[in-house]
């Protein structure tokens, strides 16, 4: 169905077959995208083509498609998540981009985020690293206190959850000059730190999610503040000040070092 | 029939869940170290029941498709959760939760299960604030409540638009704790394609890895069904991409009961499908019902001119808006339940009352204006504005407005390109939620033995429709409070089993069935794609399964789904290899699944013959057009057990007793 704005697009994009090839940018065309549709849509469409001219359709990783899960992780004409903020590559919209334009599409860049195929990565280490101390040491029983025994002052409980919002999606490490996840670790060191419940381990936890950060090889911060500007949920610089207050004082006072 | 025995303890309702965990077998620390248990999915149910057997001390094994663990789909969850904390001194109680749970699920649920549900749910948020999940707070620096459709409490917890997200994450958290001891092996981008019996019970799964294609045996004394709902069966749908069946009917091939397939949830407020590029639907959450209206304009012509582009939403005089669910059901208004607020939005638009200037022409109006000037005229008293404009009392409400749903307007805004704060949202209902599932007794356990599934997977709390943030409030229900005792009383008989070893030939078979299935998608090199399949099956589902079902449509659908799924295995082309990631293989394995539960949904719904909650046969129906039940003919559970072809499945039912509460005509009016 041809529509009268439709858009016709000349697509670059990363095609690499696994992790120990080494990949390069082809180009494809598409045609008649509807203004409406979401990049990722474009996306189903191309793979579309892709399989019915007996091609190999592009692999990248999506899933919620509402911006929430943190799958979607493309590096779009140098941005990650492309033009636009506070959204993710699903919530980019073709209205965005004019007829006859050249995208360039491009999977997150980190040595800590090894390229899986094409534009899928693998972003295990911040697995790694919540597992390091991305919790509050609290078993399930059914005979924790009442959930209103600790009153919240509602400022804290607001910057937590703002914290919280982040959806893990890496953008922080791919926007960086120096890949470093300090927005990334930030976000859930801070999100405890503000919280009554977090502050018991909040020396240990935050000692801790930093070393396993710098054992899986991100870089460090030197306060560029493009991680920022790109994340998907606007997480404020605000949180690795916090995370560096907190591990200078972790450091010179906690019990284990 | 006598395979469906649902184990409700004996004794008063009240009583039940308390006497049964007094009585049940426990396993003691040393024993729960030989004993592993295989989690599938890691959502709110599967991740909350990982953690909590991990803490216990069993071994687990969690399982997931996803990158990791934290993506589940649980995660886009939006409104809230319920419990019965009564914070707000408005009447709430554990026997109202339950009640308006069985009502709102219109008489079709168990009702053992959801009291315990109501009972466990005030434990749900204080285990979660524990975890340090952000809730909302007043500012007294309390917790927060706001009020969901089908009651009239304010029971609903949340943290803005994204409640789903943090509880999700709090699981998450404690899954790591759990990972990073060991307690939990994690296998991300891994998916279980068939269970394995030995002797008749669940003893393991064959998986793929979807890096490196391989398929993988692992074994466990308990296998956990935790892979959510099948709502993907109609293609576009507000379930992830990748949101699928298949755990559950690969279980439900090797034994396990499908029960209630028909009774699916159309969420009544979700973006309207802009054309046929669409992938996926995105839902607007339902706690915006609390403040906004829904209309349509009183006069055709006006929806005509407005279809056509030449006339505003905010040109309609007041007095020519029809806000069609406070003029039909006055005592709940905008606040019924979905499958109320859906069947109303399809009567309207198919009147020719619909707003939609998309390909279909079906929307209606959620609007804002209202409350933004209510708000206003609140914000303006507390901060002694007198005599204030219309414009600044407008300033004051948007301000609130953004506070309660900033985040919501702004995704709306970003899909639709409309400022929601100056003219109505247009929404349309989509399919959102799957009450049926996998059948499941009271301790949660398949008629497989050993076998659970909880959560969405399951088919148990929710009778035929759900009510708004009762999802999220199951999930954790199942997976942090209840299987951590039931599946205990199972497992204490396989203390002296010690490990099951993967080399037995059933693991043999099943791997086998499993790799020529894919080898096969390989091989067949037909002509279309598996998306091609899918958006076909998608077709007829809505129009024929859909919000209204009658019998003409049903059987034409059993048929038509039959032929797709014919050509599917003759036509359809999986690029690609096996043993690397191949997402269309992935997509290929699941839609084959989806093309076999489409016709036993249809089936299921074409022998219920009455309209109950998200199940609506037109034969069935007042003359104003509400759902009329036949109890004398279908208090029952369907549960389907497979024979081979979907028209085979044998149907077994599980009498509804109703004990506790009278079976009456659901009414909102």
Aim: net charge negative; aromatic share 8%.
């Amino acid at each position: 169905m041809s529509t009268a704005n439709g858009l016709n697009l000349t697509l670059k994009v990363w095609r690499q077959k696994n992790d120990k090839a080494k990949g390069q940018m082809e180009t494809y065309q598409v045609s008649d995208i509807s203004p409406d549709s979401s990049f990722l849509e474009m996306m189903d469409i191309l793979n579309e083509k892709l399989i019915n001219d007996g091609g190999d359709p592009v692999a990248f990783d999506h899933d919620c498609r509402e911006g929430i899960c943190g799958s979607c992780s493309m590096f779009i004409n140098g941005e990650a998540h492309g033009p636009g903020r506070e959204i993710t590559t699903c919530q980019l919209h073709m209205r965005e981009f004019k007829n006859g334009e050249t995208i360039y599409i491009e999977p997150w860049r980190a040595k800590a985020f090894p390229v899986i195929k094409d534009l899928v990565v693998d972003r295990g280490a911040f697995d790694r690293i919540m597992a390091a101390g991305g919790f509050v040491s609290v078993n399930t029983s059914g005979n924790t206190q009442d959930a209103n025994a600790i009153p919240i002052p509602k400022a804290d409980a607001d910057k937590a959850f703002d914290a919280a919002t982040c959806i893990g999606c890496g953008a922080c490490v791919a926007s960086c000059k120096n890949s470093s996840a300090m927005l990334f670790v930030s976000a859930k060191v801070s999100q405890f730190a503000l919280l009554p419940q977090g502050k018991v381990e909040a020396k240990e936890r935050v000692l801790n999610m930093v070393q396993q950060m710098d054992d899986e090889g991100f870089g460090n911060c030197s306060n560029t503040g493009a991680c920022e500007v790109e994340c998907p949920k606007g997480i404020s610089l605000e949180n690795i000040a916090r995370m560096n207050r907190e591990y200078m004082s972790a450091s010179f006072t906690a019990d284990k070092q | 029939m006598t395979k469906l025995d649902s184990k409700i303890p004996k004794g008063p309702i009240k009583d039940k869940w308390t006497n049964y965990k007094n009585n049940i077998k426990l396993v003691n620390p040393a024993n729960k170290r030989s004993i592993d248990v295989i989690v599938v999915g890691t959502g709110l149910a599967g991740g909350s029941a990982a953690a909590s057997l991990a803490e216990l001390g069993y071994n687990v094994k969690a399982f997931c498709y996803q990158d990791s663990p934290r993506r589940a789909h649980s995660i886009a969850a939006q409104g809230g959760i319920n419990a019965a904390k009564n914070y707000q001194g408005d009447g709430d109680s554990t026997y109202r939760l339950f009640y308006d749970t069985v009502k709102g699920g219109d008489y079709r649920s168990r009702e053992a299960n959801v009291y315990r549900l109501a009972e466990v749910s005030a434990n749900i948020i204080d285990q979660c604030v524990a975890q340090g999940v952000p809730f909302a707070r007043d500012y007294g620096g309390l917790l927060d409540n706001r009020s969901f459709g089908g009651v009239q409490v304010s029971r609903t917890f949340y943290a803005k638009g994204q409640t789903g997200q943090q509880l999700l994450l709090g699981c998450y958290s404690a899954m790591s704790r759990q990972i990073g001891k060991g307690k939990i092996k994690m296998y991300n981008r891994h998916e279980m394609l068939d269970i394995v019996k030995v002797d008749g019970k669940a003893r393991g799964i064959i998986a793929r890895n979807l890096v490196t294609g391989e398929i993988e045996r692992h074994s466990a004394h308990a296998v956990v069904i935790a892979s959510g709902g099948y709502g993907n069966v109609f293609f576009l749908s507000t379930n992830a991409m990748g949101s699928n069946v298949s755990a559950g009917w690969k279980v439900h091939k090797k034994g396990a009961f499908f029960a209630n397939p028909c009774y699916t949830q159309i969420h009544p407020t979700c973006i309207p499908q802009h054309g046929d590029q669409q992938s996926k639907l995105t839902l607007m959450s339902e706690s915006l019902r609390n403040d906004g209206r829904i209309w349509v304009p009183k006069k055709k012509e006006d929806s005509e001119a407005i279809r056509a582009g030449k006339l505003k939403p905010t040109q309609i005089a007041e007095a020519d808006r029809d806000y069609y669910l406070e003029r039909r059901y006055p005592s709940f208004g905008n606040l019924v339940p979905r499958d109320v607020a859906s069947r109303a939005a399809k009567e309207r638009c198919d009147a020719g009352y619909g707003v939609g200037t998309n390909e279909t022409g079906e929307a209606v109006y959620l609007d804002f204006s209202s409350a933004i000037m209510r708000y206003g005229q609140e914000q303006a008293n507390i901060q002694h504005i007198h005599n204030a404009s219309d414009a600044k009392i407008k300033e004051l409400g948007v301000d609130v407005i953004e506070k309660k749903y900033g985040n919501l307007f702004q995704m709306y805004e970003k899909i639709t390109a409309d400022d929601p704060y100056k003219t109505p949202m247009k929404i349309y209902p989509a399919v959102h939620y799957t009450m049926g599932g996998v059948w499941v007794d009271y301790n949660l356990m398949t008629t497989i033995e050993g076998c659970y599934a909880i959560g969405e997977a399951n088919f148990s709390d929710h009778g035929a429709n759900r009510l708004g943030a009762s999802a999220l409030m199951q999930g954790l229900a199942d997976g942090y409070f209840v299987l951590p005792y039931t599946i205990g009383d199972y497992l204490a008989n396989d203390i002296r089993t010690g490990e099951i070893s993967t080399d037995l030939p059933e693991f043999v078979a099943a791997e086998k069935e499993v790799t020529d299935q894919i080898e096969f998608f390989i091989n067949n090199k037909g002509t279309k794609s598996v998306d091609y399949f899918h958006k076909r099956l998608g077709k007829v589902m809505w129009n024929k399964v859909g919000m209204a079902r009658n019998a003409k449509g049903l059987t034409e659908a059993i048929a038509e789904i039959k032929e797709i799924r014919e050509e599917f295995w003759k036509e359809v082309k999986v690029p690609g290899s096996a043993d690397s990631m191949n997402p269309e293989l992935e997509k290929a394995g699941r839609v084959a699944d989806f093309l076999e539960l489409g016709e036993l949904f249809a089936r299921d719904a074409l022998l219920r013959e009455e309209s109950c909650g998200g199940h609506y046969r037109e034969e069935y129906s007042t003359e104003e057009g509400e759902a009329m039940r036949d109890d004398e003919h279908f208090t029952h559970v369907s549960a389907w057990e497979f024979k081979g072809e979907p028209a085979d499945a044998v149907l077994h039912q599980e009498a509804l007793n109703y004990e506790n509460i009278e079976l009456k005509t659901r009414s909102y009016k």
